[in-house]
Structure formats: structure tokens, C-alpha cells
């Protein structure tokens, strides 16, 4: 199910885009959102950003370290 939201943070592009823009109570507000929302987010989808994460991680430690 496409729910709109990144499934890093939870929030949308809208949100991304503009939270700079947001004062302290709108990001947090929005920061009490998150929780809820990640869980409508698919696992098999939370599970393979992780896993690009990780391995992205790996990719820059190796090109920082060499």
C-alpha cells in the first residue's frame, strides 16, 4: 500500500520541503505524527531501506577510510 509518506521519516515530500519553514511547534507536532504514521508504512519496504542504508554506509566508510 502507497501511503505517501518516506519510509525513513514519516513525513511527506510537502513536509520534507518545507521544514526549514516550519517554526519549533510545527516540527513538533508533526514529530508526534511519526510514529503513527511509520506503521502504516510496509515492513518489507522499512526493511530494504535499512538494508540500502547499511550497505551505502559501508560504501562510504570503505571510500573515506581507503
Not at 16 to 44: C, H, K, S, Y
Not at 45 to 57: C, H, I
Request: with cysteine.
Amino acid at each position: 500500500m502507497k501511503t505517501g509518506f518516506c519510509v525513513g521519516c514519516g513525513r511527506t515530500g510537502n513536509e520534507i520541503a518545507g521544514w526549514t519553514g516550519f517554526t519549533d511547534d510545527e516540527r513538533i507536532q508533526l514529530m508526534d505524527l511519526l510514529p503513527t504514521r511509520l506503521d502504516t508504512v510496509d515492513p518489507v519496504k522499512l526493511l530494504e531501506v535499512s538494508r540500502k542504508r547499511t550497505a551505502n554506509a559501508a560504501i562510504r566508510k570503505e571510500t573515506t577510510t581507503a
